[in-house]
């Protein structure tokens, strides 16, 4: 080649170089202008966006403030204003009780009236209405205003709406619950002496549609109640079309720009923008208020907002795009000028490399491998082992036979047995490939296998017999210790007698363990009672749940009769393993059992134990398929046992069910163990209940524990009444409570660590709730005591007492005055109204202490402080105490 065709290449070559660089340089360009296009429209969209939230809330200051004036003309000027002589002329229509309609001519604006009130009363009302048909004449959203009198604690509500129809049903109506949330606010923000204004989350008006916020101020009036005027201030009107009232709220501005006066719009304190998570958050600050309106808005929004924008010069920028990647590609992949260098070398190194890879891997093979060219007579490829047969193999016979046979013969060579397979070539149709096999090394490892698995099945029986024997060894020492700890009396030995016991229990384990793993457990299937069987179980694990100051609870919701057949002692086991292990691995809190019968099959139970723990590690499930595989969590009296998952898994297969296990971190583990015991059919005739026609107050905090006692009294046929529940002046026959304050006079305290039942004073018993039998025996022993009080004639006390009274010359005075305070208390105990309670209560101790009764003084004092700490059950008992002592004098 000359030197002149030489230059004319190197230039082409280099042509199709430079073209690629300019197109991969206008793709670069055209990415980067691609994103300083999306970024200006995103930055114009927020940009727009906040300056509209920034417009509404200054509007919304504007109302405000508007309003801020009208609340004091109307507090000032219009409610303050004498009472005139036109009063007379007013009149108002009763809905409901204690609800009131003023009745009057112009009627832009109702108004309401809640609660007692007199004609001063009528008259503001009729004055502030007026005035708000002059301030809301020719608005067309809903306005309403609400006004607490202080001066006689009623309720007004003046508003655009048709509130005499929507009164109509008014505790099932909107406007109900309206009104009674807005008395509510309006309490609590006349309790808050240091907050004179406040004000609400967007709120929304369902049947309208409309959306507002409330502004509520608070004035105070030396000798009467504060006095607190709110006012629904729509925001309907202040928000564009394009941007929805529900993505809206109102809410409290921590920030420390809250408090400017004015801000200019372009401020970038006036605005905020935040992101949170897929939404975009733009808030402004209402000025002098202390709040702040956010509007939230999806992401998703804003792309589709920016997108339609920017739309065509987007689709060019895409085309121009498109056309660069097209034209590098094509540029890139053209075809420069071969060179004229030989490949001959290059293609013959390779085959050498793949022949040589070939070989190796016939050479490694394990059976003999022979491929035998029929038509040439020689052999293509074979490996040692072939090598080795080939001088005693005719391959002329073999694939003749082959054919006859599948392709598969045996043949004996030197008095060993090989298998040949045959397969023809589907590349060359003339050359056979033959796999040979050595059937006497394959027997010679199938003896070794079967020798193997003997020896380990001897090993097994042998490790099962060792475990049985060395745990007979173990027992009985051990148990003879335990047996001598007890009989000491020293702090150490009842130490020493307890780590005995818990030798024993473990070597009782792994005894078990050992017959289950070698199928010799035989199950012994008995009926039993499932109740009975767990206050069997709560007696055994009550010392270490008292010891760690742990709850009990036991949930068991079947039939008080119901039997199960199946094997008592394995559940009792499963159980009681099962609860200790959640009681090493809980710290805090409570451990639950819950009984349940699944819906699909009553011959299924579920065991759910949950606890409050930290929750079981993934390595000690684990456990669950095999024993002692990982370590255990501990506490100060010892470790969890690495035996208790796989035990009680095993015991629950033989049962017909499994053990399940969910642990959460710091939530605590769920234990679901799943059984199959069919239950006895019951008689359907309705037998008479052991507490039939029996009436139990049942005044407990807890709604689990009440559940619990609830469900076995009504088992039992009591009829279980709350304090709540209770009318007035009813009588029950027994009191349960879970509050030793509350446990007066006679009844039950009822407790989850009583070992059983316990006498704590005269007619009181303290109980365990967990144990059905034992609440059972205190429940009859309470009936007992009060059927043998019945018949002891009444104690001398009263009567000195009643003579006392009568001795005194107030007699009279008592009769006319006493009974009919008490009726007064239980009638401000019902309505709620604790201030005339306190002043009723305070009345009764005076005459008390004037009479020298000291009981009933002491009833009226203790009676005060429920009052002060608002206790309604509480209240309600005390007062239905003190109408005994009354009625006992009388």
Known sequence: MSQSE?????????????????????????????????????????????????????????????????????????????????????Q?????????????????????????????????????????????????????????????????????????????????????????????????????????????????????????????????????LATVVAFDLPINDLIPPDMPLDSFRLEQDTSVQNQRAQTDKESPDSVSISFNGSKIEIASSLNTTGMRLVWQVPFGTLLLDTLQNILLPLLLNIGLLALALFGYSTFRSQPGRQSDVPVAAGTSNE???????????????????LVHDQEANRTVISNKIADHLLPHLNLQNITSMADQHQGVIQATINNELYEIRQFRSQVASRTQIFIIRDQDREVLVNKKLK????????????????????????????????????????????????????????????????????????????????????????????????????????????????????DRDALRRILLMLIQYAVTTTQIGKITLEVSSDESADDRLTFRILDTGEGVTASEIDNLHFPFLNDTQGDNYGKANALTFWLCDQLARKLGGHLNIKARESLGTRYSLHVKMPATPQETEDDEGLLDEVVIMVDVTSN???????????????????PDERLASQEYDLFLTDNPSNLTASGLLLSDDEPGVRKIGPGQVRVNFNMSNAMQEAVLQLI???????????????????????????????????????????????????????????????????????????????????????????????????????????
């Open 451 to 566: 020798q193997a698995q003997r020896l380990y099945e001897k090993n097994q029986q042998g490790r099962a017999a060792f475990m049985q024997n060395i745990g007979d060894a173990f027992k009985l020492p051990l148990k003879a210790l335990a047996s001598e700890a007890a009989q000491l009396s020293s702090p150490e030995s009842l130490q020493l007698s307890s780590h005995a016991d818990t030798l024993v229990r473990l070597v009782d384990e792994i005894q078990l363990a050992n017959m289950l793993e070698n199928d010799s457990w035989k199950s012994t299937a008995t009926l039993f009672s499932i109740q009975d069987l767990i206050d069997e179980v709560v007696p055994d694990v009550l010392p270490v749940i008292k010891r760690k100051g742990l709850q009990l609870l036991i949930n068991n919701p079947l039939r008080a009769n119901d039997e199960r057949h199946g």
């Open 6 to 90: 030489t230059t004319a290449a190197n230039k082409f070559s280099l042509l199709p170089g430079s073209i690629t660089r300019f197109f991969l340089l206008l793709i670069v360009v055209l990415l980067v202008t691609m994103g300083v296009m999306v970024q200006s429209a995103v930055n114009t969209w927020l940009k727009d966006r906040s300056y509209q939230i920034v417009d509404i809330s200054h509007a919304m200051h504007k109302r405000i403030d508007t309003w801020r004036y009208a609340t004091w003309q109307i507090y000032d000027n219009i409610a303050a204003t004498p009472t005139t002589s036109s009063a007379e002329g007013l």
């Open 704 to 722: 689990e524990i009440r559940s619990i006692v609830v469900r076995q009294l009504e088992n039992w046929g009591a009829t279980c009444i709350s």
């Open 351 to 369: 085959l050498r490399v793949l022949r040589a890879l070939n070989e190796e891997i016939v050479s490694v093979l394990p059976l003999g491998l």
């Open 92 to 224: 108002e229509t009763r809905l409901k009780q204690d609800v009131y309609y003023l009745e009057k001519t112009r009627r832009k604006t109702e108004a309401l009236i809640f609660g007692s009130h007199d004609s001063a009363t009528l008259e503001m009302t009729q004055r502030m209405s007026s005035y708000l048909d002059t301030l809301w004449g020719a608005e067309t959203v809903p306005w309403s205003m609400y006004y607490l009198n202080g001066q006689d604690n009623s309720m007004i509500l003046i508003s655009t709406l048709p509130l005499k129809d929507l009164s109509s049903g008014f505790k099932e109506s909107s406007v109900g619950s309206i009104v009674d949330s807005r008395r509510a606010e309006m309490l609590q923000q006349a309790n808050a002496l240091d907050e004179r204004e406040s004000f609400s989350s967007l709120r929304r008006l369902a049947w309208q549609n409309g959306h507002y916020f409330t502004l509520r101020t608070t004035f105070n009036q030396p000798g009467h």
């Open 784 to 890: 007992e005591e009060q059927l043998a009080q019945e018949t002891i004639p009444e104690s001398p006390l009263g009567g000195n007492e009643n003579a006392e009274l009568q001795a005194s010359g107030y007699y009279s005075l008592f009769v006319d005055t006493v009974p009919d305070d008490v009726k007064r208390l239980y009638t401000e105990s019902a309505a709620n109204d604790f201030a005339a309670l306190a002043q009723t209560a305070h009345r009764l101790k005076g005459v008390f202490a004037m009479l020298n009764l000291v009981p009933g003084k002491q009833l009226c004092e203790t009676l005060e402080h429920l009052i002060r700490e608002k206790d309604a059950a509480s209240i309600e008992k005390y007062i239905s105490d003190i109408d005994d002592y009354v009625k006992s004098l009388l």
